[in-house]
């Protein structure tokens, strides 16, 4: 983590210098000899550089709902998009000085594009990256292997051809048809290629 981290914010720091864009201030001044800054770049490549991380205070649960907020989400959902003109976009915000609450707030158009566009990776980032098992070279043959020492032969075997509504009931014994507040059949619908039920 610490080498791939290190290796972009390099990057992105001699790019930076290249375009001019560095300002150097203080104690920073003699940077802009084109030899001290060569030389402060090959100390930082030098260098071992540490990723600070610690075990989680309400365990790996928790970890993994705040990862999943940004791993598997968008920068904002379009529920919380109330309305939008040629020149605006009002949005709700919570607000926490009132309790959590959601609050409207309405910005020019350019401003909630940027505000949005800081949520996109850079070039070369990726939000998922799987490894181990679920990497794509080991995955096709290393999967039947651990489902083997699993013992899961005898549910693949039950799941075939199945639904994921039914596949869901086999392995958790919970029904996603039925309405959780009132026990009534809830339809599926199909909309440009994406399931819901309501």
Same mark, same amino acid.
């Given at each position: 983590?610490?080498?791939v981290?290190?290796?972009y914010?390099?990057?992105e720091l001699?790019?930076l210098w290249?375009?001019?864009?560095?300002?150097?201030h203080?104690?920073?001044?003699?940077?802009?000899?084109h030899?001290?800054?060569?030389?402060l770049l090959?100390?930082?490549?030098?260098?071992?550089w540490?990723v600070?991380?610690?075990e989680a205070f309400?365990?790996?649960?928790?970890?993994i709902?705040?990862l999943?907020r940004?791993?598997?989400?968008?920068?904002?959902?379009?529920r919380r998009?109330?309305?939008m003109t040629?020149e605006?976009?009002?949005? +709700?915000v919570?607000?926490y $000085?009132n309790?959590?609450k959601?609050? /409207?707030?309405t910005?020019k158009?350019?401003?909630? !594009?940027?505000?949005f566009?800081?949520?996109?990776?850079?070039?070369g980032?990726?939000?998922?990256?799987?490894y181990?098992?679920l990497s794509?070279?080991?995955?096709k043959?290393?999967m039947?292997?651990c489902?083997?020492l699993?013992n899961?032969i005898?549910?693949?075997?039950?799941?075939r051809g199945?639904?994921?509504?039914?596949? +869901?009931?086999?392995?958790? $014994?919970k029904d996603?048809?039925?309405? /959780?507040?009132?026990?009534g059949?809830?339809l599926? !619908?199909?909309l440009?290629?994406?399931?819901m039920?309501?």
């Amino acid at each position: 983590m610490s080498a791939v981290f290190k290796k972009y914010y390099l990057c992105e720091l001699k790019q930076l210098w290249e375009e001019k864009k560095l300002e150097y201030h203080g104690t920073a001044a003699h940077l802009k000899n084109h030899y001290e800054f060569k030389v402060l770049l090959n100390s930082l490549y030098d260098k071992n550089w540490v990723v600070y991380t610690k075990e989680a205070f309400n365990g790996a649960n928790s970890v993994i709902r705040y990862l999943g907020r940004y791993t598997h989400r968008i920068a904002i959902s379009n529920r919380r998009i109330v309305s939008m003109t040629d020149e605006t976009v009002t949005y +709700l915000v919570k607000d926490y $000085k009132n309790g959590g609450k959601y609050i /409207e707030q309405t910005i020019k158009g350019t401003e909630f !594009l940027r505000m949005f566009l800081m949520h996109v990776l850079p070039k070369g980032f990726v939000r998922i990256r799987h490894y181990g098992l679920l990497s794509c070279r080991n995955k096709k043959e290393k999967m039947a292997h651990c489902r083997k020492l699993l013992n899961c032969i005898q549910y693949i075997s039950k799941l075939r051809g199945k639904t994921c509504a039914e596949k +869901l009931m086999i392995l958790y $014994k919970k029904d996603i048809c039925k309405c /959780e507040a009132c026990g009534g059949n809830l339809l599926s !619908l199909s909309l440009r290629g994406h399931y819901m039920l309501t």
